[in-house]
DNA sequence: TAATTTATGACAGACACTGACAAGTGACAA
DNA sequence: TTGTCACTTGTCAGTGTCTGTCATAAATTA
């Protein structure tokens, strides 16, 4: 339980590096301007051990909020059963923005630091938001699953559905520096949702009562 | 105004041609396993100018329901002002699958099968969907037009996030083959489209009135 | 028919990514 | 400590996407 030995530590030092000399490079001279040779160089490393690492250049740029989002289907998973499965959504997206101010500032800073660098380039954009559809999958069956409800599932499709738009929305990047720019994420977050409640009907996200 | 000239007439030809094979070329031996070799020799073309006509190989998949994106936009900006923002979406989403219904058959067919393509295949889908969120900036900027709302306003892009998220629920690939499968869609489609407005309380889409 | 656009093909090259093999390095037991 | 084993890395060769360039052929216009 101790050290999780040199290996792999190394290997661990070596990914972070790679993240950081790619995220450096991107927001230096653009993302599809930078090589793939140039972050291996920045690194010291060979091209190919950088593939091993990752299996694409858009990997590397998109790893942290990935992580991200299996953050949220864990929390999700650990709601309890009862809650609607709207908002057992809503309070996983909270969870990853606590989750980012609890953590280590650095680690934080990366992470919104690769947000604003997906949102301005749209090869990105595209790939990060592939992954969430991904992983929609995923939480639509999770919510299939907590409703005793089908996979194709009609509504919770549409539930999943809504709740991204909520988070694409509610995670568009802030311009803000430091410890402000989390807060001015929750804020635009929190606003996010409170429309969101606003604009629904209580008990949407639950089959209508056939009464 | 007569015929656009045998030199154009032959672009379109070769362009159509291309859509055709690879559409094919796809569905046969699948996305990535097919080159843009193959495809060009289908057509008896040098692979040089299959990249005079596309981009991209994702290109030529992606080409006609990015043209269906298109009409949407065009539809939109043609709804009538007073028009609340959710209405004048969903009914720009009506109009493309009119459109599809009253087309040519062959038309519909293609689109039909490029969508399905496009679903089972991960790299697709991010390409799909990094020209929805291109459009979503579109749209959002075409809703805030319509509302005397600012660019960045949360709510516009509250509502074509939601709106995109119901179209990308009810345009989903319905199994069913020739006319049936219109149909198929058009229910879809309307399923979902039920389910928002039950889900949605009267005049969400419109600023709270302060009263 | 001659002059001017415009589409195309042929070629060379950059870059992302992969498979295979050899060499270096940490893990672990004798 | 040493030797073996597993794992990580570098090198090299190759495929496929995509781009710039230039010469040729075809269509348009005069």
Redesign the pocket.
């Known amino acids: 339980m101790g050290q999780p ?7 661990q030092k ?1 990914r972070l590096a790679l993240v950081d000399a790619a995220l450096d490079l991107f927001a230096e001279q653009g993302y ?1 301007a ?5 972050i ?1 160089a920045a690194v ?16 590397v740029a998109l790893s942290l909020p990935h992580h991200g989002q299996e953050v949220m289907i864990a929390e999700l998973a650990a709601r309890p059963a009862e809650e609607p499965p709207f908002t057992a959504l809503t309070q996983a997206m909270r969870a990853l923005v606590t989750m980012l101010k609890e953590g280590d500032l650095t680690d934080s800073a990366r992470f919104l630091k690769a947000r604003e660098l997906i949102e301005n380039t749209p090869a990105l954009l595209g790939g990060s938001v592939r992954r969430m559809m991904e992983n929609e999958q995923r939480l639509v069956a999770e919510i299939a699953r907590r409703e005793g409800a089908d996979r194709d599932d009609l509504l919770a499709h549409f539930v999943v559905a809504l709740s991204m738009a909520v988070a694409r929305v509610g995670f568009e990047f802030c311009h803000a520096e430091g410890e402000q720019a989390i807060d001015s994420l929750t804020n635009r977050l929190e606003a996010t949702l409170a429309l969101a409640e606003r604009s629904l009907r209580p008990g949407w996200d639950r089959p209508a009562d056939p009464a």
């Open positions: 030995g040199l290996r792999e530590r190394k290997k070596t599809e930078t090589t793939v040779d140039q291996a010291d490393v060979s091209p190919r051990t950088f593939f091993r690492y990752f299996a694409t250049k858009e990997d």
